[in-house]
């Protein structure tokens, strides 16, 4: 039950990370949000593939 409790609360986290981004004004510069998108999805992919310490969300932050 904790593990499951420890996944909401990323996969919380990760909700706001996203509510937080999309926020940026993108009609400002379409191509940077799309660079920028890409490399968040690519990071967001990554820390799902494997996490060995526990903390799939650490190399997303150290990003």
């Known amino acids: 039950l904790y593990n499951f409790l420890q996944y909401l609360n990323k996969y919380a ?3 706001r990370a996203t ?3 999309w926020k940026v004004p993108w009609q400002t510069n379409p191509n940077l949000l799309n660079k920028r998108h890409l490399n968040f999805a690519c ?3 990554n820390t799902q593939e494997s996490s060995p310490s526990g903390t799939p969300l650490k190399r997303l932050q150290d990003g």
């Open 13 to 15: 986290f990760v909700r």
């Open 19 to 21: 509510r937080r981004f």
């Open 43 to 45: 990071a967001y992919l």
